[in-house]
């Protein structure tokens, strides 16, 4: 079983949608990750929490330590937002090795 | 454009061979990590150097090595290579080494082994 489960595998949104994704772990983490890829391959980290909230632009992501849950945000979803949501994990006691998720693919739709 | 420069973009290999994949990290950054991603596992964490010693091993096979230069630029190499190899190899660099840090990535190696 993988430390780190993101839900929904896979979502489709239409354009101006509100969309979450899940992250769930079973560890404790020094620092939660969010990261964007996009179809052709390359990965930008969104985000970096390891408590509360940050915002940035429409997006916005939240992590609740004592759940070991995350949400990532998109508000009035685009298009351009289609890409794999990737959460990953740095585990208290795995130095700095990141742990990640499956990924939640989203398509927004115009 | 994330800074971090990783070469080759694309790379096909025959079984048994061997590559390097280089890497190199934003400017000012110490620290590099190397990743796997494939179909089947995902992305998963090999191995960070920090300033020029390895400081973090994950899932790396003994098949496979890694170094980081006095200038800071990393190799990762793979040996005897098998098709199950293919995958795409993403480098990544941080200021440091510690957890408080982001993570920039490279826009990978895509390697393809028949």
């Known amino acids: 079983k993988n430390e780190v489960e993101q839900s929904p595998q896979n979502l489709t949104a239409q354009e101006g949608e509100f969309i979450t994704i899940n992250c769930s772990y079973s560890v404790g983490i020094s620092a939660l990750h969010w990261l964007q890829q996009h179809p052709g391959g390359g990965i930008v980290s969104l985000f970096m929490l390891s408590s509360g909230k940050k915002k940035h632009g429409r997006l916005i992501a939240t992590i609740n330590i004592q759940e070991k849950h995350s949400s990532l945000h998109i508000t009035a979803s685009h298009p351009r937002d289609s890409a794999v949501y990737i959460c990953a994990v740095r585990g208290s006691n795995s130095g700095y090795a990141l742990n990640f998720g499956k990924g939640t693919s989203l398509l927004v739709t115009p | 454009d994330s800074g971090v420069t990783q070469t080759p973009k694309h790379l096909i290999t025959a079984t048994g061979q061997r590559v390097t994949l280089r890497c190199s990290p934003r400017s000012g950054d110490l620290s590099v990590y190397w990743y796997q991603q494939s179909l089947d596992q995902g992305l998963q964490f090999l191995i960070q150097y920090y300033n020029g010693e390895e400081r973090a091993k994950g899932n790396i096979l003994e098949r496979f090595s890694a170094q980081q230069f006095p200038d800071l630029h990393s190799e990762l190499n793979l040996s005897s290579l098998e098709l199950g190899d293919s995958a795409l190899y993403f480098c990544?660099?941080?200021?440091?080494?510690?957890?408080?840090?982001?993570?920039?990535f490279g826009e990978g190696s895509w390697l393809t082994v028949v």
């Open positions: 990544a660099s941080s200021v440091e080494g510690g957890s408080g840090n982001t993570i920039y």
